[in-house]
């Protein structure tokens, strides 16, 4: 394997352990938060801020990274180095300015968001929440920096001590205002100040890693002479405005979704508890499906800068290689996730919530995660191609999809709320086939039907399988929730793996991405497993 692709595998690795400890955190603080204070009502306050919020982050962050990233690796592959540094300090200031419109936005109009979305007492927690939106828009310049170094770590440490932070304050916050004020919208607001401190705590680390790091970067412009900055500032903005908007039509389409959504369940006779509560048992579904994406968003950080280098320096069968690692991974990694989250869908939000209501969601969301990772790392691909406005359109005709099923499903009393997973699997599934069809375009990788569709069908058949027949045989016998979705989890895993070699759905190519992958390629070879 060559150092690119060592440093690819090396990044990807490094922000995925960081995106699980983080989801582990996360988990410690949502479902107490959920189940013990906020109850769905709450919860409902809670992610219907969060959809208004991540509006504007995506708007203020989205796209900047991307494109500070993208010219740094491109610049210090060709060993510009003062290039990268001045791209970095206009970087910063250009997200200084958006990320202080964007708080103002939110802060100022807080009661005018909350009423478009159907959840009037959810204004004040936009209005705690408002801040981070700056913190955060900081942050993105100094982690987009060092990606494009391929340095994942202080990206990966940023988002540790936020998570820590929210865990910490954001749950004490959250009950002490439940405990001397019994009102869920003063505890949601609590539970987000909590998060708003996190944000500032990550840019404080960001900036002293910095101040640190900053001095052991080379200095010197092996290649030509600086640009003006106006240069640098209009080729960021061009990079960046395609990948926002991408980003954004989405994040917008779930705003219109939400509004949409509630507003259809009161056009059905639920009063505003109801609808927030029925809005609550979708964002637990939610939270789980947003697992895997989360992880495999380490993929999409990673390749970006790798194939931007490998460009930069027209290795153009490197960059072909390493997005076809990229998405062999992300196939690997997530269909037993989908597979298991679909099929235990309620035993899972029983354990967690101590609730298995409104399961079905689950149900369709866990399918879902095969088509939302595979279209994260399409589009990461697509923009370090230079192709930034292909996923803006493919995203956005998604995002029509959605609306309009949700339009056609949600209005129907018999379906209500159970509508809306099913707009986000059709969306998604859009996305991504409109996605591979341009990749093969634009590329020319293939994408063999058996290796692609076919062994990924059938491992995940034989996984979903295998963990229902595991639950259905124990769960009369054994009475502990935890062990009977422990016990399923590996028994789906375990069928996961055999079905895995039984079709030959994994090859030497992907286990030379692992760490000691020639030995354990060897390994396998040797039982005539690859």
Not at 80 to 100: P, Q, T
Not at 376 to 399: D, R, Y
Not at 477 to 487: D, E, F, G, H, N
Request: one cysteine or more; a positive charge; proline letters at 4%.
């Amino acid at each position: 394997m060559t150092s690119k692709n060592k440093n690819f595998v090396i990044g990807a690795f490094i922000i995925a352990v960081s995106h699980i400890l983080v989801k582990v955190i996360g988990a410690l603080y949502k479902i107490p938060l959920d189940t013990y204070i906020l109850q769905t009502e709450g919860m409902g306050i809670y992610n219907s801020s969060y959809t208004i919020y991540n509006w504007l982050f995506v708007i203020s962050t989205a796209g900047l990274p991307v494109a500070i990233s993208k010219m740094v690796a491109e610049s210090t592959a060709k060993g510009n180095y003062d290039e990268a540094r001045k791209i970095f300090r206009i970087s910063k200031g250009l997200l200084l300015c958006v990320g202080i419109v964007a708080a103002a936005a939110m802060f100022f109009f807080a009661h005018q968001f909350s009423s478009l979305i159907s959840a009037p007492s959810a204004y004040l927690t936009m209005m705690c929440m408002a801040p981070s939106l700056l913190f955060v828009s900081l942050s993105s310049s100094y982690r987009g920096f060092y990606q494009g170094q391929q340095n994942m770590l202080p990206t990966a440490l940023s988002e540790v001590i936020e998570a820590f932070s929210k865990l910490a304050l954001g749950l004490s916050l959250a009950y002490f205002a439940m405990q001397t004020y019994s009102e869920y919208y003063i505890a949601s607001a609590g539970a987000i100040t909590g998060v708003t401190i996190g944000t500032a705590l990550s840019l404080v680390y960001l900036f002293f890693y910095n101040m640190v790091n900053i001095r052991k970067f080379p200095r010197g412009n092996l290649d030509k002479a600086l640009p003006r900055g106006k240069t640098v500032l209009v080729r960021l903005v061009k990079i960046a405005i395609p990948v926002t908007i991408g980003v954004s039509v989405f994040t917008l389409t779930s705003v219109i979704d939400t509004a949409m959504v509630m507003n259809q369940l009161k056009g059905l006779g639920y009063i505003e508890e109801q609808r927030l509560s029925m809005f609550g048992y979708l964002n637990r579904a939610i939270a789980l499906f947003n697992l895997p994406p989360t992880i495999i968003a380490a993929i999409a950080i990673s390749i970006v800068p790798t194939i931007a280098a490998a460009l930069a320096l027209k290795n153009n069968n490197t960059a072909i290689r390493n997005a076809k690692s990229a998405l062999r991974i992300t196939i690997l990694f997530a269909v037993p996730c989908a597979a298991g989250l679909s099929a235990l869908a309620k035993p899972i939000l029983s354990l967690l919530y101590h609730d298995g209501n409104y399961s079905f969601l689950l149900n369709i969301m866990g399918i879902a995660v095969v088509f939302v990772t595979l279209v994260q790392v399409c589009n990461a691909i697509l923009q370090a191609w230079g192709h930034v406005w292909l996923p803006v359109k493919n995203m956005l005709i998604g995002g029509v999809v959605k609306v309009v099923v949700n339009l056609v499903l949600v209005s129907r009393p018999e379906i209500n709320i159970n509508g809306a997973p099913i707009g986000t699997l059709l969306c998604y599934f859009t996305v991504m086939a409109l996605n591979i069809y341009d990749l093969k375009r634009i590329t020319g990788m293939k994408f063999e039907l058996m290796s692609f569709v076919v062994k990924p069908v059938i491992t995940a058949i034989a996984t979903a399988a295998g963990a229902i027949w595991c639950h259905r045989l124990i769960s009369p016998y054994v009475s502990s929730t935890v062990i009977q979705v422990a016990v399923s989890i590996v028994a789906g895993g375990l069928f996961y793996f055999i079905s895995l070699f039984v079709v030959r759905g994994i090859d030497r190519d992907d286990v030379l991405l692992l760490p000691k992958g020639d030995k354990i390629a060897n390994i396998l070879k040797k039982f005539r497993l690859i």
